[in-house]
């Protein structure tokens, strides 16, 4: 059960006030993904710079309720989470209906599950309220494998008792996480797998890296074009630890924060390449960024600046290396700050905008034109509302935006399902404290 928790903000009144340095913690999205792929190894692996977040702590308890030994520890000499996982003692393959329908990322362990034990059962996986979010691609991906598949009572069960088999597969629509999955159940197959119009997130990239570096063939990693030579059932070897590259999309997040809250604040421990689609816009629209040598981006005396004197912009959210759809409600909330119209068109998800009514009900100009576009007339004041009335975090991003608002607006607001943006953010009240906003969690 989820502590019911809100946070509540003093707005800053549309001043520039936030100043300081915000370190970018590992990604959520690689890390989830390299906790699955431990499933692909013999013995113990080492995963470090891992983020300690709610879907990270999920990913743990669905993975011990298999039966894997895991141990999770503070970094001593740096940041972020260290994990040590060994899955030899897995003993069964039925994973939680419970865990796994709080988070989609559940579902990435159906691969090396099937592929190293020759099955796997599972729900129908939960997560993020964004839209429909089929599977039809993963399923498919197994049958073409050549496993058998049977849905009992909303449960899906594979098996391959002869492990899988590799084969061509195309993906209809480009997935991270159909990607990530058939490539891990492509590495231990019979034979060569060949996944087409694959995602190429920097996420992926990373894991498919550690992957080779461990034993695995993958080639055409980072292309649309993977191909994946198995190893027909041999397991790989936790040569190297698993190294959990830094969230851009963390990153991305207090960059526009920090577009319309903040004089001086930098974002260190970022990959600035894997930011373009974010930093290119802000600078075209007028604010003062600059990538300072590897790692860091920062924004300099922006009080400077007035938000009304950027520039809007329009956004079509698009697959890496496009614009995220991660960011769009965070970009939504910078929009309602500068001047003119913008259009977003969020063409991944169709159910993404339903924080928008939270930004009109604060004073935000925003038409709603359908379930995947919306038009913002910038700049609003954006201004609290009644006590008794409530903001909410309707996903971990949507959650993010809404902080946003609030800190843009005048008066006292508070968010609620505050455990939302926890499954992404870590400590975010206190992060943002240490830029110098007013931000406190209470329990509701
Ligand atoms: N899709 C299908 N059938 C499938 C799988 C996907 O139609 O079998 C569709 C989806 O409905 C969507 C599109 O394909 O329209 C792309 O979805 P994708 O599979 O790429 O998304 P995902 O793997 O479920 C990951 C991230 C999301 C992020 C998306 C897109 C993780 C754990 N989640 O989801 O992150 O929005 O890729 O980049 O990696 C978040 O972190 O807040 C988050 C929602």
Redesign the pocket.
């Known amino acids: 059960m989820n502590k019911k928790e809100s946070f509540v903000i003093q707005g800053l009144s549309g001043e520039k006030t936030l100043n300081g340095s915000v370190y970018i913690n590992g990604a959520?999205?690689a890390a989830?993904?390299a906790m699955a792929a431990s499933i692909l190894f013999e013995g113990k692996v080492i995963l470090e710079n891992m983020p300690d977040t709610n879907d990270v702590d999920t990913m743990a308890n669905i993975l011990s309720g298999l039966g894997a030994k895991i141990s999770k520890n503070t970094n001593p000499n740096g940041r972020g989470c260290i994990f040590e996982i060994n899955t030899d003692t897995i003993n069964s393959t039925d994973i939680d209906k419970i865990l796994a329908q709080g988070m989609?990322?559940s579902i990435v362990l159906t691969g090396p599950l099937l592929s190293r034990f020759g099955s796997v059962s599972f729900p129908s996986p939960g997560?993020?309220v964004?839209?429909?979010?089929?599977?039809?691609?993963?399923v498919n991906g197994y049958k073409k494998m050549g496993a058998k598949d049977i849905i009992d009572n909303d449960v899906y069960k594979f098996t391959a008792k002869n492990g899988l088999n590799g084969t061509n597969i195309f993906f209809n629509?480009?997935?991270?996480?159909?990607t990530e999955t058939l490539m891990m159940a492509g590495v231990l197959a019979h034979g060569t797998t060949i996944l087409k119009n694959c995602?190429m997130?920097p996420?992926i990239v990373s894991i498919a890296e550690w992957l080779n570096s461990c034993g695995a063939h993958i080639d055409g990693i980072g292309t649309t074009t993977m191909i994946i030579h198995g190893t027909s059932g041999k397991l790989l070897k936790p040569k190297n630890k698993y190294f959990t590259l830094p969230d851009r999309?963390e990153a991305g997040s207090y960059l526009l924060l920090g577009a319309i809250c903040a004089d001086n604040i930098e974002i260190k421990n970022c990959v600035p390449s894997h930011l373009e689609a974010v930093t290119n816009l802000l600078i075209e629209s007028g604010v003062p960024i600059n990538v300072i040598g590897e790692s860091t981006i920062k924004i300099s005396n922006n009080s400077k600046i007035k938000n009304s004197s950027l520039k809007s912009f329009n956004v079509r959210t698009h697959?890496y290396p496009g614009f995220?759809?991660?960011l769009q409600s965070q970009v939504v909330s910078f929009l309602t700050q500068v001047s003119g119209e913008s259009m977003i068109f969020e063409t991944?998800?169709e159910g993404r905008f339903k924080f928008a009514e939270d930004l009109i009900r604060l004073g935000a100009n925003i038409t709603i034109m359908n379930s995947r576009e919306i038009l913002i007339k910038g700049p609003s004041s954006l201004s609290a509302l009644p006590d008794d009335e409530l903001l909410f975090a309707h996903?971990?991003?949507a959650g993010f935006a809404i902080v946003m608002a609030a800190l843009i607006g005048k008066g006292q607001f508070k968010v609620s399902n505050v455990h939302l943006i926890d499954r992404?953010y870590e400590k975010l009240e206190q992060r943002l404290s240490s830029l110098g906003a007013n931000i406190v969690r209470i329990n509701d």
């Not at 964004?130 to 993963?138: A, E, S, V």
């Open positions: 959520k999205n989830l993904k989609r990322a997560g993020c964004i839209g429909n979010r089929p599977i039809d691609l993963f629509i480009q997935t991270v996480g159909g995602a997130e996420e999309i697959e995220p759809t991660d991944i998800f996903d971990i991003r992404g």
